[in-house]
């Protein structure tokens, strides 16, 4: 078998009861939730397993809640004894694989980004801000009409998450031009996305400029494996350039096809997708279906991903 990344998923993936079996079923499972509602002073345990989609799309519960669920999820799989060659993180999971790469402390990391949270949330006065998914144009197209749509105003992709598809951001008037340009120009299929904010674009400098201060004062330690990072898709092994790179990214845009495009490069065939749902998996797909992918956020799914790694193991040997 070659070597195994695990993916972290970002804002999105989240929904209402994940993370419950996990704690029900793995006592480490369970004292990552006790420990997040102890850092933070807030029971997003219960927003995690009872939550409102409401109250779970809130960006600052959001961030936190991801986060507890996938390293939640990550201790599960440490337990069985399964550890990565490489990981990597979408956006808010970069902080996930920042905690499994053991570079960043996890009550850290979840106070950090119930911060970032925060600070996204209020950058931006609502409604001012939008993001839209474009899918069916290729990134370099669906960036020149950005630049058309901007007119003055901010619209630039966001996420670059596959051949398929590409999430922009910016002012709700410019993204709102650069979607109707897209359905013009062939595009498959474009959304508006039910976010708070308009995420990873310039709008988002006043949120980076006070997450740098707190990222400063937080200890990084080099990480244990390596981490191939949103800003650059390239591969960070300093405590330094972990914390660089997250200051970047609040900004810049999640260059996530190259990041994965990067790590089978390295020699990556089988990827775990670590946390709630399946979103990466579904990108994954659209970048290389000839690699292995499975998920773990509950204890039926791990059991299954144990399974298969077992199985592609025993073929490769």
Known sequence: MGKLAFLF????????GMGKDLAEKFAV?????????????????????????????????????????????????QEKGITPDYVAGHSLGEYSANVAAGSLEFADAVRLVRKRGRYMQEAVPGGEGAM????????????????????GEIAAPANLNSPEQTVI????AAVK?????????????????????????????????????????????????????NADADVIE??????GALIRQ??????????VRELLDLGVTTFIEVGPGKVLAGLLRQIDRSVHCFNVEDEKSLGAALEKLAQARSETE
């Open 9 to 16: 998923p970002g804002q999105a993936s989240q929904y209402s």
């Open 29 to 77: 499972s369970r004292a990552v939730f006790e420990e997040a509602d102890q850092a933070l002073g807030v029971a997003i345990s219960r927003i995690c397993f009872e939550g409102s989609e409401d109250e779970l799309k809130l960006t600052e519960n959001t961030q936190p809640a991801i986060l507890t669920v996938s390293v939640a999820a990550l201790r599960a799989l």
């Open 132 to 151: 839209a998914a474009i899918l069916g144009l290729a990134p370099a197209q669906v960036e020149e009409i950005c630049k058309k749509a901007a007119q």
């Open 169 to 172: 951001s910016g002012h709700a």
């Open 177 to 229: 031009r650069a979607v109707e340009m897209a359905s013009q120009s062939g595009a498959k299929r474009t959304v508006i996305l039910p976010v708070s904010a308009p995420f990873h674009c310039e709008l988002m400098l006043p949120a980076q400029q006070r997450l740098e201060v707190d990222l400063r004062q937080t200890t990084f330690r080099d990480p244990r494996c390596p981490l191939v990072n």
């Open 238 to 243: 300093k405590g330094d350039e972990a914390r």
């Open 250 to 259: 609040v900004c810049l845009p999640v260059r996530w096809e190259e990041s």
